[in-house]
């Protein structure tokens, strides 16, 4: 297998084929495949999708495989653009999802490898696609704890959390709740199903933080239900607001370099690997 890798700073599989590229005065993203690609070479393509500009680079980095007559060609895209747009909830939005899916299925390819999806959705939408849970990384994240409690801060997340569960000796799991004005995005009523947590670590399990509104309401929830300490493990690390504001109210935060690769002292990140991403 020979590697593309479209972001020189995400290489997990290790170093791949060289190329150059960059984006014209007009605006227009180009590559320039700089080795020979053999016809019968197996090529895995790996890049982290950010904007419309490194989807672009991706279309264009199959569609010169493709003309050097590399048929067998791979992607592994960990996180999936636009997966938290899985649903229309105003008249005016796209399936944001479902636009992505389509530009990926035309490229044919022999497997989509994708990392913890935000739903059920974009795996169904996908041809070819191989699921990697978040499974792998969550232990890894979970393995100096001893007594702890899992918390699923919404219905969405529930499924996942009582995976992680089964395969972390059994842990209680405790919802959470919030409403969502779905016109504006604000979040509010933020409730945690539980009595009284009597000092217990929680550990919230989340595939996404963006902006961590959810996390920060989750947190004060949590707290007047008397948690002990606090720690978020998610898998893709957005942090668009910054990676201050959680740390002040989290003990711990953990996530993968599957978006971006952070510099900072308040949250530990696992760098994906080919064991992690070949279960």
Not at 47 to 64: E, K, M, T, Y
Not at 174 to 180: A, H
Request: charged share 25%.
């Amino acid at each position: 297998m020979k590697y593309l890798n479209l972001d020189p700073d995400f290489q997990p599989y290790g170093k791949g084929i060289a190329y150059e590229h960059f984006t014209f005065p007009g605006g227009e993203p180009h590559i320039k495949i700089q080795e020979e690609v053999p016809a019968d070479a197996k090529v895995m393509v790996v890049q982290r999708v950010r904007s419309f500009n490194d989807l672009g680079i991706l279309l264009l980095a199959v569609d010169a495989l493709r003309r050097m007559g590399v048929r067998r060609i791979a992607l592994t895209l960990p996180y999936f653009p636009g997966a938290r747009q899985d649903r229309q909830m105003v008249p005016g939005e796209p399936l944001t999802v479902k636009v992505y899916a389509q530009l990926i299925n035309r490229l044919k390819l022999d497997k989509v490898v994708i990392l913890d999806p935000h739903s059920e959705v974009t795996p169904a939408l996908l041809d070819h696609v191989q699921v990697i849970t978040n499974l792998p990384f969550a232990l890894e994240a979970l393995s100096d704890l001893d007594d702890f409690v899992l918390i699923a801060p919404d219905t969405g997340a529930l499924k996942k959390v009582y995976e992680l569960a089964k395969v972390a000796d059994g842990p209680a799991v405790i919802l959470s709740t919030k409403k969502r004005n779905v016109a504006t995005g604000a979040l509010s009523g933020f409730e945690v199903m539980a009595d009284d947590l009597r000092g217990e670590t929680c550990v919230v399990v989340d595939d996404i933080c963006d902006g961590g509104g959810t996390f920060l309401g989750l947190a004060e929830a949590l707290k007047q239900k008397n948690a002990g300490r606090l720690i978020l493990i998610v898998t893709h690390g957005i942090f668009s607001k910054g990676t201050e504001v959680l740390p002040a109210q989290y003990d711990r935060i953990y996530c993968t370099n599957s978006f971006r690769n952070l510099e900072s002292e308040d949250i530990i990140q696992l760098e994906l690997n080919h064991q992690l991403l070949n279960q």
